[in-house]
């Protein structure tokens, strides 16, 4: 059975479970969320409750040792963490995963300003070494012409989201989004994108039109990045 990921999560539920002397799994997998470089699944097996997280984009075991040391590190300062797993082999992956103990979050619980500034400071205060040099990007302030021609990228991107919705406000009566005898959504005698007797032409200006909204906050956020110089990636 494959335990790569990708592959459907009832197929390296147990592999994973085994690797990392979990126990047995009580059900699949549950799907709990995604971040930029993961996926995190629920695992409930016969010993507890963990989260799977399922990497996205590939790591070295090296990588994600220094990680684990500076997560050490700081839980032997006092900073509370979810337990990360090894595995009986004492590596952190295992085929592209890697294990927290579960933690469930409070509901209605905010986080406060405060409380984030004191656990911020409290992980600079760690001394933690670095293994290699620091990533220019993590330790050198943009500084003020760089926050400035961020904002512009920003301001610049979302005045090109705007244009786009206010063009398309006044649509013609057979576009699928308008409104009129061909409304689209709404009712008509030529709905477009719901039901009626001729919906293609109109749904699919409509589409093209949904598909242009939708990538244009992408745009702009990739635009931002890249001017920003942001990393793809980083051990996590």
Known sequence: MS????????????????????????????????G????????????????????????????????????????KAGIRLPELRVTTRGAVLHGGFRVYAWVDLVDGDVVTGRELGAVTAHLHRIGHPAEGPVVPWFAEPLGRTRWESLLKAATDAAREAGALLTADADLDTNTGLGTGTNAGPGTGRDPGLGTGTDPGLGATRAWTRVRSWAWAPMRAWTRVRSWAQMPDRGPM
């Open 36 to 75: 930029e470089l993961g996926r995190i699944w629920r695992l409930d097996t016969d010993t507890g409750t963990w989260a799977v997280k399922e990497l996205l984009v590939p790591v070295e075991e090296h990588e994600v040792r220094a990680d684990l040391a500076f997560q050490r590190a700081a839980a």
């Open 3 to 34: 335990e790569s990921p990708g592959a459907p999560a009832e197929t390296w539920s147990a592999a994973v479970a085994s690797a990392y002397d979990l126990g047995r799994p009580l059900r699949p997998p549950v799907y709990a969320a995604r």
